[in-house]
């Protein structure tokens, strides 16, 4: 897994404090928040500390098969396991907190959720402006409006939201996806796409750094303008929506079964996992294409309300393009 180093937080004087969360499990969030902040390391009016999350019992890279598919009712219910005690007291005081997560079974990913609920996040992120950075597959819009819940119960801002997916077909990600998370393999089935965020996505995230450093150099973030609009933060597709609530409520559902039926690990959740597996296959592959088709069909009579809700799930950045060309460098 790749690691950022951690800056120091006494020695800031007056400079502009950014907090950046880090987890990642390939390396790939990683590599994205790398690049945002970049731009501001280099800038001499700017410190950024970065706080790696390291869950106490580590989940592994690749996946053993039961082992991710376990991890579905704690990350449904939001019921993460501990990570280790933070750097931080949660008495630093900071400008700005750039949040980057991914997605686990349409929720933020348990590490992430585990910070969040922590009692030393409750006091860092209390008042702060907040960026929020995803990198998951496809499906991120309920994931998005949990973190906006656990955000609010913080207090925190959320100023801004960047994403970025797998854009390749989603009934090929639905079997990249897995396979990579299992495998450790990007391409593991030849001729189709390689799974993950395009390296080429990843490398102009730079934009964001580029825009929060101005906007800190000039104060934005204590306002409540988004800081990364006109810049292609995100572009959703609510074609999605359907499916993601069809499994969220199963999720939940399943997922309240499985924790009492055990606790994570344990051998007495097998035979309800493996329950859980069919009825989610026979979901995939009957809801999701049907759903889709259903949409293709209803498209000029859902047109308006596609438009809509594609506008409520962009907030706050937008996918305005409009900046692109003053921070594509
Ligand atoms: C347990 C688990 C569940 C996941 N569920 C989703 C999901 O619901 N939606 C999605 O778009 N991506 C999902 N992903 C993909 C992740 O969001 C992410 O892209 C991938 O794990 C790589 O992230 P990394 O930075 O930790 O390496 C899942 C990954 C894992 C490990």
């Known amino acids: 897994m790749a690691e950022l180093n951690s800056g120091k937080s006494s020695c800031f004087g007056t400079k502009k404090r950014v907090l950046a969360l880090s987890y990642s499990q390939t390396g790939q969030l990683t590599r994205v ?15 950024v500390y970065v706080e790696t999350l390291r869950p106490r019992r580590p989940f592994p890279f690749p996946w053993k098969f039961f082992r991710f598919l376990d991890a579905f009712p704690e990350s449904a219910h939001m019921t993460p396991p501990e990570i280790e005690p933070l750097t931080l007291t949660g008495d630093e005081a900071f400008d700005l907190v750039i949040l980057p997560y991914q997605v686990w079974f349409l929720a933020p990913a348990q590490p992430v959720v585990a910070f969040l609920k922590s009692p030393q996040a409750q006091k860092l992120l209390a008042g702060k402006p907040v960026v929020t950075v995803i990198a998951c597959r496809n499906m991120w819009l ?12 913080c207090g925190a801002r959320l100023l801004d939201n960047a ?83 069809v ?33 989610l296959l026979t979901m995939i592959l009957t809801v999701v294409p049907v759903s889709l088709l259903l949409q293709v069909l209803l498209r000029p009579l859902m047109q308006r309300r596609f438009a809509l809700l594609k506008q409520r799930f962009e907030l706050p950045s937008g996918s305005g393009r409009e900046r692109m060309m003053q921070y594509d460098h």
């Open 247 to 279: 499994a969220t409520r199963s999720f939940f559902i399943w997922g309240k079964l499985l924790r009492a039926v055990g606790a994570p690990g344990q051998i007495r959740r097998v035979p309800f996992l493996v329950l859980y597996l069919v009825f």
């Open 142 to 153: 309920l994931a998005q409006e949990k973190m906006r819940g656990l955000l609010q119960s």
């Open 163 to 245: 994403v970025l997916i797998d854009t390749s077909p989603t009934m090929v990600t639905l079997f990249t996806t897995p396979l990579w998370l299992l495998t450790g393999k990007r391409d593991f089935l030849p001729g189709l796409p390689p799974a993950g965020v395009a390296e080429a996505s990843i490398a102009a995230t730079r934009r964001f750094g580029l825009a929060l450093a101005d906007a800190l150099r000039d104060g934005r973030e204590r306002g409540t303008a988004p800081l990364l609009s006109g810049l292609a933060a995100v572009d959703a597709n609510p074609r999605l929506l359907f499916s993601e609530k």
């Open 33 to 47: 928040l790398e690049r945002i902040i970049e731009p501001l390391r280099q800038d001499g009016a700017i410190e």
